[in-house]
Each structure stands twice: as structure tokens, then as C-alpha cells.
């Protein structure tokens, strides 16, 4: 099983909706993160938690919210989608000593 | 705040040319990770190293080595001998402190450079 599971891999979804990405990881950090990778971009900071009681906004958190249900588990929503957040998503925990694990990502395309 | 540079936004070479991809960055912490990262068409992050900014020395994995020099805040990733399986997105990403003295750590991510070996 993979260390950080995304879900769902693919979405499409229409302008207005509202739509989660879930993120769970098997590795017990504390620390888990949202990036969003724009085409031909970097990845951006949306939201980092650091506890279930712990969660920070990050570079481009507009438009989003989180949610840490559990150590393991940490969502990302789009209230309200709309077509300039299609992107691809990526959930990451980070383990004290600095060893990053990636989810495979989650393409969202919002029309 | 920190930053990372890529000024090389694409490069094409062919097959069996060495090729090297530049990491500038910006931070005031004293203690950060640099971090390379391939991303294939399939998307995922794939990790290729981690380097402390305490250690400087070279690494060489192969045909990849990373050039680590502190006193120009580089960390330049080198493939010898490309092959066509190099052809991806390099990511170069710093972690440092948010907010700095915290204790808490982000990944910042460069804008990427995409490789294109030509067979």
C-alpha cells in the first residue's frame, strides 16, 4: 500500500460545485500538507496542519478549506469550484527528520 | 521569505549529452534541506535527493550528481550521458522554516525545468 493515498486520482467537475480531496497516510507524521501544481508551474502551498487541532493557511489558500479529521487523514474542499483552479493537487507528510512522502496527486479539472 | 529559481525553463538536448539544470535560493535560515525531485508525464513527484545545509559535499548516484556550493546558494543537478528516460519536469524545492524560528518546516518548490532528450 502506498505510504499516502490520494482520492480521487481524476475528477471533473463543474463550475459551482463542491468538491473534496481526501488525502490519508499509513506513516503516523504529524505533519501533513496540500500543494496545488498548475500547468507548467511550481507547486504552491494551499494549507499545512501540524496537528488535528493545528491547521495554517499557506500561499494560495483562497477558494479552499481543510479539514484534519484524524492524524491520518487530512481534506482539502472546494467550496465553490471554479474553472482557474483545474490543476493537479498534491497531498505530502514530513516526518521530523525532513523525509517527505508524496500522494500520487489528484488531477482536477473544473468546467 | 524563501525562494527558489529555475531560470531554465526548458532544455532539449540529445541522447547521451550531459546536461545540467540550475537551483538558485533564498533563505535566512541557517538550517534548511535542498531537495531534487523528477516529475514524469504520469505526474508524480518522484524524490531524487536531499541534501542538509550543513553537508556541502558533492553526491554522485550514477549518472546523476548534485553541485551543493553554500557561498553562491546553488544546488545544480548534473545527468551525464542523458538518456531518453530522463525526459521529465526537475523540480528543485528548499525546506525551510514558516514562520521562521517556529520549528515548522514547508517544501518550496522551484518553477521547474523540463528536460526533453532526443533520442
Known amino acids: 500500500d502506498a505510504d499516502v493515498t490520494q482520492t480521487p486520482r481524476n475528477r471533473i467537475t463543474k463550475t459551482g460545485k463542491r468538491i473534496m480531496l481526501e488525502c490519508s497516510q499509513t506513516k503516523g507524521h504529524d505533519r501533513m500538507y496540500w500543494y496545488r501544481q498548475d500547468p507548467g508551474l511550481g507547486l504552491q502551498l494551499i494549507y499545512y496542519s501540524f496537528d488535528v487541532k493545528d491547521i495554517n493557511k499557506g500561499e494560495i489558500s483562497d477558494g479552499y478549506s481543510v479539514s484534519r479529521q484524524a492524524q491520518a487523514k487530512f481534506s482539502l474542499s472546494l467550496e465553490s469550484a471554479i474553472p482557474n483552479q483545474t490543476a493537479l493537487y498534491f497531498c505530502?507528510?514530513?516526518?521530523?527528520?525532513?523525509?517527505?512522502?508524496f500522494g500520487e496527486g489528484s488531477w482536477l479539472t473544473v468546467v | 521569505a524563501q525562494k527558489v529559481t529555475q531560470a531554465q525553463t526548458e532544455i532539449s538536448v540529445v541522447e547521451k549529452e550531459d546536461v545540467t539544470l540550475d537551483c538558485v535560493y533564498e533563505?535566512?535560515?541557517?538550517?534548511?534541506?535542498l531537495f531534487w525531485y523528477k516529475q514524469p508525464p504520469s505526474g508524480e513527484l518522484v524524490f531524487l535527493i536531499r541534501?542538509?545545509?550543513?553537508?556541502?559535499q558533492n553526491e554522485i548516484s550514477g549518472r546523476y550528481s548534485w553541485n551543493f556550493q553554500k557561498s553562491t546558494s546553488s544546488f545544480n543537478f548534473t545527468i551525464t550521458a542523458s538518456q531518453v528516460v530522463d525526459s521529465a519536469v526537475y523540480f528543485c524545492?528548499?525546506?525551510?522554516?514558516?514562520?521562521?524560528?517556529?520549528?515548522?518546516?514547508?517544501?518550496?518548490f522551484g518553477s521547474g525545468t523540463r528536460l526533453q532528450v532526443q533520442p
Open positions: 505530502a507528510t514530513i516526518h521530523r527528520g525532513n523525509t517527505i512522502y
Open positions: 524545492a528548499l525546506s525551510g522554516r514558516i514562520p521562521r524560528g517556529t520549528g515548522r518546516r514547508a517544501l518550496t
Open positions: 541534501r542538509n545545509s550543513f553537508d556541502e
Open positions: 533563505t535566512r535560515d541557517t538550517t534548511y534541506y
